[in-house]
Nanobody, 126 residues
Framework: QVQLVESGGGLVQAGASLRLSCAAS????????MGWFRQAPGKEREFVAA????????DYADSVKTRFTISRDTAKNTVFLQMISLKPEDTAVYYC???????????????????WGQGTQVTVSS
């Protein structure tokens, strides 16, 4: 079974940068796709970014694609979300998710995640 632990959240001012980390255990990144989602109070969970770790194929939500970057460090079995130019509307609990995703399969970045972390809070003040 895959276990995920997020870290790196916190309270920052608008315009600041923050890097979130998701440490995976129970399997190696090479067989997984990893996604970042977020949920603000009273709002639906929304997709943020995803990476297929076998080949680095990426996808981003339109609202973040010019400001956020997803990446992985295979040696550390960790996926990152680098966020710059943070805005108050980025405030949410950010969740890491994982699914099995062979490199030959159809790339479906937004759906099908079977494993989830506990979340890390990101708060951006005005």
């Amino acid at each position: 079974q895959v276990q995920l632990v997020e870290s790196g959240g916190g309270l920052v001012q608008a315009g600041a940068s923050l890097r979130l980390s998701c440490a995976a255990s129970g399997d190696t990144l090479s067989r997984l796709a990893m996604g970042w989602f977020r949920q603000a109070p009273g709002k639906e969970r929304e997709f943020v970014a995803a990476i297929r770790c076998s080949d680095g194929r990426l996808d981003y939500a339109d609202s973040v694609k010019t400001r956020f970057t997803i990446s992985r460090d295979t040696a550390k079995n960790t996926v990152f979300l680098q966020m710059i130019s943070l805005k108050p509307e980025d405030t949410a609990v950010y969740y890491c998710a994982a699914k099995y995703a062979p490199g030959w399969s159809l790339w479906i970045p937004k759906n099908g995640y079977a494993y989830w972390g506990q979340g890390t809070q990101v708060t951006v003040s005005s």
